[in-house]
């Protein structure tokens, strides 16, 4: 069960993190969120579509897989891919909030101390003998304030593509080698021809927020569904 804490050089001087990646380490998943910042590093690998939350708000996934618990990039303890979404490398690190003396809120690193990745024996360090952060956690705690800062612009993606009407439902029917077929269901994506008949004012819209190009990259990543079938075909049935 999760457990989250504010991580500090005392209470935690000498946990480890445990860097590779596998399905016992929680990584087995069929998706994760992403940021239209890095869309342009997800597109070169993986399709990205979008979920729709309980909420009725739209996120922007990258798919590792075309079944649920599938992700077809695992091999062994590797990533078999050039890059990999930063909702992936965050794990078992979350986004944190102290108000100190009463004030304004300030960001902390918060670690769920339960996690598979958590150690004493394996993976990076967290803290230096003498107390001070490990460049890994540096490193991580810089990500962390990407991803912060991440989440913001997101949401008003999302919200603008949905007032414009540039976000439809998707499936896809697959056949695979073996003869097995399927539907991948229950997604949206980028509304194409919604898209390319706007007109001066729309395109500048959406470019007066930066959000064109994070855009085109989700239309051409559609093209890695793909990379998906090959990758199941070679491997079978998970």
Known sequence: ??????????DHANLKVRTEYSADLGDAVMS???F????RNVQATYPIVFSKESSGRFRPIALFGLEKDSNLFLDGEKWDANYVP???RM????IGFAFPGGG????EVHIDIEHPRVSETEGQPLFLPQGGQSDFLKQIAGMLTEIHHAETNVQSFCALLDEMDLIEPFSLDVTLDDGMQGRLA???TIAEEKLYSLDAAGLGRLQEHNFLLPIYMAVASISQFRTLIDRRNRKGAP
């Open 1 to 10: 069960m999760p457990r989250h804490v504010s991580l500090n050089n005392v």
């Open 32 to 34: 994760s969120p992403v």
């Open 36 to 39: 239209p910042h890095e869309f």
């Open 86 to 88: 930063m909702a992936m």
């Open 91 to 94: 794990p078992p690190f979350l």
């Open 104 to 107: 304004e809120s300030q960001m």
């Open 186 to 188: 229950g997604l949206y």
